[in-house]
């Protein structure tokens, strides 16, 4: 993808030291360090602050495909991993702060504080972490954006949908992957057999991203990876941003299971319901195939992301079970706060995208 | 390195059987392996994918395959004993 549009200090510093050399810029890295430690300590919400959020994200963005006219050798050059650092640090801290207030609104036992079919020395079994799962799950009544899709959406909030989400699935199932090296038997084993299904079993025009693409070129949107990204807000960057702390730091391996187990488990009714909206606006198969193809395939996600990827994991890493219920609420957290901005923007008349952006269609 | 999987179905010859069938509480049957899914009078069934999950819920709106519903019409089952 190109170089995204600048948002501030942060991202107008890294961006000028991204098209240099990596050998050549070590001023301007100076400079970028300096600047990110001060907009840091300015800045009050992390999770939906621009400049950083964009910043992060395209940080990470050289780990993914890269961005162009950047040098691949940036991608592990230190003085940028540093930085990637100093933003990722009070990021998973602001993240596991909204986690804690999600775990404690829908009654997420406490680590340690199970009751059921125990292991020896209290730690859960693999079906005791589908449960909890599978309950904070239904315990998730917020405010429906599926149903506002599947009932009232306009033609132009179905794109805008679309725009928010294409950040994600147009490169759908990668940040899990990064986990796969970092997972060992029933779990690995696991997390393979659903990716390999996102990947479309070997078919690439089965693909889910593959799919989500066909979805945007059936409603005249733009399908190449990062066209919108110019257009969303910051808390649909950070979505995408949490995936990719998680997926690509080891030590969060819990938390990067505890988040596609809530995001399977929550997803095969919305998608029927999207795959509604879109018919309601007379979209065929070729629309909606992305959506009603994900109501067969998270059923079966759901049960292996719960049982055998987050449970097997417990299982035989009782000590990860606090940072697999971390992912968990924390995608809950992000999720609920990107559905209010869409309802509030979308039931005053406004765009949900970034003001002076308007989607080419 | 490698964790034991407890839940290998085996023969009598102790080799792994050719698929296993998962029984999810409250919830599918999740079938992998190598199987066919066909209809009465023996034709195949659409199948997109190697492991299915099937309803037995019986409100599933694509069946044989589940869709979720289960939970919505909170599906029980009895805990499977062990
Ligand atoms: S078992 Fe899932 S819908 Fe019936």
């Known amino acids: ?361 | 390195m490698n964790q034991e999987q407890p839940e290998t179905t085996e023969n009598g010859a102790g080799e792994p059987a050719a698929s296993s069938i998962v029984v999810c509480p409250d919830g599918p049957l999740i079938v992998r392996g190598e199987f066919e899914i066909v209809t009465p009078s023996g034709g195949p069934v659409p199948r997109d994918r190697k492991t299915v999950a099937l309803c037995r819920c019986g409100a599933s709106a694509i069946k044989p395959y589940c869709d979720g519903t289960h939970k919505m019409i909170k599906f029980r089952t009895e805990r499977p004993a062990g």
């Not at chain 1, 040098?71 to 909204?98: Q, S, T, V, Y």
């Not at chain 1, 025009?205 to 257009?231: K, N, P, Q």
């Not at chain 1, 399977?264 to 998608?271: D, K």
Request: net charge negative; hydrophobic share 40%; glycine share 10%.
């Open chain 1, 1 to 361: 993808m190109r170089i995204p549009e600048t948002r501030g200090p942060v991202s107008s510093a890294l961006f000028k030291v991204l098209v240099q050399a990596p050998a050549s810029s070590a001023a301007d890295l100076d400079a970028l360090h300096a600047m990110v430690a001060g907009q840091l300590a300015l800045a009050a919400d992390i999770i939906g602050h621009e400049d950083i959020q964009l910043s992060l994200f395209s940080l990470y963005e050289l780990h993914y495909s890269g961005l162009d006219g950047v040098a691949d050798d940036w991608e592990w050059e230190p003085g940028l991993i540093r930085i990637r650092r100093m933003i990722e640090e009070p990021f998973e801290k602001a993240l596991r702060e909204a986690a804690r207030k999600v775990g404690r609104e829908h009654g997420v036992p406490a680590t340690g504080a199970f009751t059921g079919s125990q292991l020896p020395g209290g730690n859960p079994t693999s079906d005791d972490v589908a449960r909890i799962l599978f309950d904070l799950a239904a315990s998730d009544t917020g405010p429906s954006v599926s149903r506002y899709v599947a009932r009232k959406a306009s033609l132009e909030q179905l794109k805008e949908f679309l725009v928010h989400k294409s950040v994600y699935q147009l490169k759908e199932a990668d940040p899990h992957t990064w986990a796969i090296p970092r997972l060992t038997g029933r779990a690995k084993a696991a997390l393979v057999e659903i990716q390999a299904d996102e990947y479309g079993g070997g078919r690439p025009e089965r693909m889910h991203s593959a799919l989500f693409a066909r979805t945007m070129r059936g409603i005249g949107l733009d399908d190449s990876y990062g066209a919108y990204v110019d257009s969303v807000p910051a808390v649909s960057l950070a979505s995408v941003n949490l995936m990719s702390l998680c997926g690509l730091n080891r030590r969060l391996r819990g938390a990067i299971t505890g988040h596609l187990a809530i995001y399977e488990m929550t997803s095969s009714q919305p998608n029927r319901f999207y795959g509604n909206g879109f018919r309601r606006h007379g979209f065929d198969a070729g629309v909606t195939h992305y959506f009603d193809e994900h109501v067969e395939a998270d059923a079966v996600h759901e049960q292996i992301a719960g049982r055998d990827l987050a449970g097997g994991l417990v299982e035989a890493e009782p000590e990860l079970l606090g940072d697999v219920l971390f992912g968990a609420t924390a995608v809950m957290a992000i999720d609920s706060r990107l559905s209010a901005h869409l309802l509030g923007s979308w039931e005053s008349g406004k765009s949900s995208l970034r003001a002076a952006v308007p989607v080419a269609a």
